[in-house]
């Protein structure tokens, strides 16, 4: 299994603007080509910045997800009029090495970077890591691997339904 992520940064001045076009292209995709997309925003660091992200079973599905958004004429305008609306983003793909559970409105995500020369040592270690958390708080907690990008970052995923539920499971692992 696999995760692609878009980050993308709004423009602060037109940010409802940015996360109203989200809205519609996040319907779009699951509506119309039966994608599981879903979009977030930061709590805490930069407001402006946006996440766009999706499960998919194989690259396949991925790749024919992405030959599809070409072809589809109100995707194809809603992507030039997102040039406007943001400055910059950055996609990654990402292994699924154990699953994050199903989606929450909210979602915490850790990242960290592991030392490449001892990738076998660290993402055993991360798995210990998952497994400890998972132990504690009897709910899923995702690890997914870089597979495209920056291959030495690793991020650990918890979805909840509020910020006090994910609080709540950060607290329960401390």
Known sequence: MYMTFRQMKADPARLQDALGLMEFVVGRLNDEHGGSFGYSM??????????????????????????????????????????????????????????????????????????????????AFCQEVVEFAEGKTGRPLGLIAGHTGDRSQIAFVAYGDSLDHLETLSDQVE
């Not at 992507?79 to 950055?90: E, G, K, N, P, W």
Request: hydrophobic residues 45%.
């Open 42 to 123: 930061q709590v805490g660091g930069d407001p402006s910045l946006v996440a766009l992200s999706s499960p998919w079973e194989t690259l396949g599905r991925y790749q024919a997800m992405r030959e599809a958004i070409a072809t589809d004429p109100e995707l194809q305008s809603a992507i030039r009029l997102a040039s406007d609306l943001f400055t910059d983003a950055q996609d990654m793909i990402g292994k699924v090495l154990n699953p994050p559970g199903e989606r929450g409105a909210f979602v915490e995500i850790n990242t960290a970077r592991i030392h490449m020369p001892a990738v076998a040592e660290a993402m």
